[in-house]
């Protein structure tokens, strides 16, 4: 009874990961060379677009300060304008975005919840319209201290963290296609959990925005992941659950 038990014991361990959400990347990158060249504009770099081809000097690929050799895309400038990347379409399952945010310096708008820099997915190249999940943050100069704040459709603008100048935080949110909500995570903490889309009826998703409002100050994005979970096959779930309860009949009978 024991073998049993032990073989009945292995094959629910390898049956679980195929019956539950597994992970795959879909496309990532720290804007290291020589996929990226320092200096240039990011658009044309790796499949990346620019928002409006008038202000494409306004986002570029930059090196920190020697003796590092980290390159980071940069967001500057005093216009409205935004980079993008190809990331979909999905219309069910999960993703979950994973990047490095810094803010370099302020703005005229740094501290107006309407400007800032915008992470999000959305629908399409369009970053005004259909987006999901969405991340932002204002930097108060009169306290120095900056908070960070993630989009809630219907209420609006949550806080989630505060964060100083020239500081690098992970940032992280993990969107449900389902139900169409997501949750926020800061440096691996999960901060807020549940919160709707932007968009309440958006249907699909296609790319990852990162948008700078007019004037809100500079910014550093780096090592950027976006991975995917599918939704579990129903036959999986009923087959581990079906394991389950035999595996519970036999260690029962077993005690006995």
Known sequence: MRKTLLITAAILLLAAPSAFAQWTTIYETGFESPTYTSGQVIEGQDNWGVTNSSYTSQITVQTEPAPSTNQFMYLGGTSTVGAYHEVGPY??????LTYDWMMLTTDTYSNDPAYGLWTMFTKTTDATSNRAGMIGGNYDSTTGVGTFKAFNGGPGWTSFGSFQLNTRYQLMMELDLTTRTYDVYLDGTKMLNGLNFYTSNL???GYLHFYRRYKAGTYAVDNVKVEY????EPGSLFALACGLVGFTGLVRRRIR
Do not use: F, Q, T
């Open 203 to 205: 249907d699909s998703i």
């Open 91 to 96: 219309a069910e399952g999960k993703l979950r």
């Open 229 to 232: 979970a599918p939704v579990p």
